[in-house]
């Protein structure tokens, strides 16, 4: 301010001077009159430069000035960069933040106050197929069209989700979106929507184990309670007695053998993976199956006297196998278990074990009896699930044999195949890989897989 004052002063003084000398006193007057203009014009035009510049808002082409515009120049560049720094920050926040909802596993919808999508993430397109472009600023309940979060939406009580139908439902394959609105800022909701098919899914088979447990074990408690009451009030012959004691001990031990397989379920989704360092001879394997294999058949087959003609691979080296050998005999023996069951009495059961040339081998069990409809494949191995419920219980069966089965043979990186023709019979097929199979050290190479074909 000073400097502006001194320069308009020496700029009259100079014109003053210069007009004394031409013309005296009229002439000082004229030159005063003409300094200031002259300062109020070179002072315009530096405003002029300034104002040019602010319209032009260009950080990088800021003009040199001198005096007060100089310093206004200069504190309104350091200004206009320090909100220029401060506006890339926010938004820099803001993509970090809409990135993270972008990788965000639930459907995010920022929602206007008239309900209108301002912004959603790539898993809402895909759940409920949304454009992100063509439908920015389109009411929601125009896309949205279930019932059920129309009525939701309009009801405008949000503290619990609904849950609706996802897009790429299909009747084979179901999609169940549980969607809840979250208020905030002015009238604002934010959407969010989660995938909850394998959390529906896993609570209605629970639903159902427990059903079916409670279930398998109901039968025979009332069954033994009946027999227990009676033998308690009547005075029955002793032949009768033996017959009722005889079904009461029957009934106990399929309790004791579905509380065993439970346990057994239990413990092999508990337990850590079997690893690769210990080592059982197949043969051995294969010769206890065969021992209780052929128990079982003459327990079965009691009553018809004609035991099954099970047939095992001839005694051979036929390698080693990595993993729990408790585990790989129980898949085994249920495999063998279910094969005599449907077997009628007198009839073939084939066991096989086949090395493949990939150092692969297969473990096969076929039976002769009366095959399985195709529409039942697909669920063997579920727990409880039956194709002929009446005779797996009147065989002693739990239902949760193949559930055994296939858990174990997860653990262990082999696979299941079930073949069948109704009327033939069936054949159940585990494949172990090479990697849990080697020659027998009395034949050679330890580390070396089998190979070769029996």
């Avoid at 602010?54 to 007060?68: E, H, K």
């Avoid at 790989?328 to 090395?355: C, D, E, H, I, M």
């Avoid at 262990?412 to 990697?435: I, K």
Wanted: hydrophobic share 40%; charged share 20%.
């Amino acid at each position: 301010m000073v400097w502006r004052s001194f320069w308009l002063l020496g700029m009259q003084l100079a014109g003053g001077g210069l007009g004394w000398w031409l013309g005296h006193v009229q002439g000082a007057l004229m030159g005063v009159l003409l300094g200031s203009w002259l300062w109020f014009a070179a002072d315009s035009w530096t405003a002029s430069r300034l104002l040019a510049w602010l319209r032009r808002a260009d950080l990088g082409s800021a003009p040199a000035l001198m005096g007060l515009w100089g310093e206004v120049g200069d504190r309104t560049r350091r200004w206009l960069r320090l909100q220029s720094q401060q506006t890339q920050a926010s938004d820099e926040r803001l993509n970090d933040i809409l990135s993270a909802m972008q990788a965000s596993p639930s459907a995010v919808v920022l929602l206007d106050e008239q309900g209108r999508i301002e912004w959603c993430n790539q898993i809402a397109m895909r759940h409920f197929g949304f454009d992100a472009e063509r439908d920015r600023l389109q009411l929601i309940g125009n896309l949205v069209r279930d019932p059920g979060f129309s009525t939701y939406f309009s009801a405008q009580n949000y503290a619990q989700d609904v849950v609706l139908q996802g897009r790429e439902s299909t009747p084979s394959r179901p999609v169940r979106l549980s969607v809840q609105l979250y208020p905030y800022g002015d009238g604002r909701r934010l959407l969010l929507a989660r995938d909850v098919t394998a959390q529906e899914q896993a609570e209605a088979m629970r639903r159902d184990f427990v059903a079916n447990v409670s279930h398998e074990i109901r039968t025979p408690l009332t069954v033994l309670a009946g027999f227990v009451e009676t033998l308690q009030t009547l005075q029955l012959p002793e032949e009768e007695r033996s017959r009722y004691l005889a079904l009461m001990a029957q009934q106990a031990s399929r309790m004791q053998h579905l509380v065993e397989d439970l346990l057994a379920l239990s413990r092999l989704e508990g337990s850590p993976l079997p690893g690769l360092t210990q080592w059982t001879s197949v043969a051995l394997l294969l010769r206890q199956c065969e021992d209780e294999a052929r128990g079982l058949s003459v327990a079965l087959t009691r009553q018809q006297g004609r035991p099954h003609l099970i047939e095992f691979p001839q005694a051979q080296d036929l390698g080693e196998i990595a993993g729990a050998s408790m585990e790989l005999q129980s898949a085994f023996s249920n495999l063998l278990a279910n094969a005599l069951r449907y077997t009628p009495a007198g009839k073939q059961v084939s066991v096989g074990w086949q090395q493949h040339a990939d150092g692969s081998a297969t473990f096969s069990v076929q039976d002769t009896g009366p095959g399985i409809e195709p529409t039942h494949l697909a669920r063997l191995t579920e727990r409880f699930y039956r194709v002929d419920r009446s005779r797996s219980r009147d065989t002693g069966g739990t239902g949760l044999g193949l559930a055994i089965v296939k858990h174990v043979l997860q653990r262990h990186g082999a696979t299941l195949e079930v073949r069948s023709t109704v009327g033939s019979g069936s054949v159940f097929s585990v494949t172990f890989p090479a990697v849990r199979l080697r020659r027998s050290p009395a034949s050679g190479d330890v580390n070396a897989p089998a190979d070769g074909a029996s």
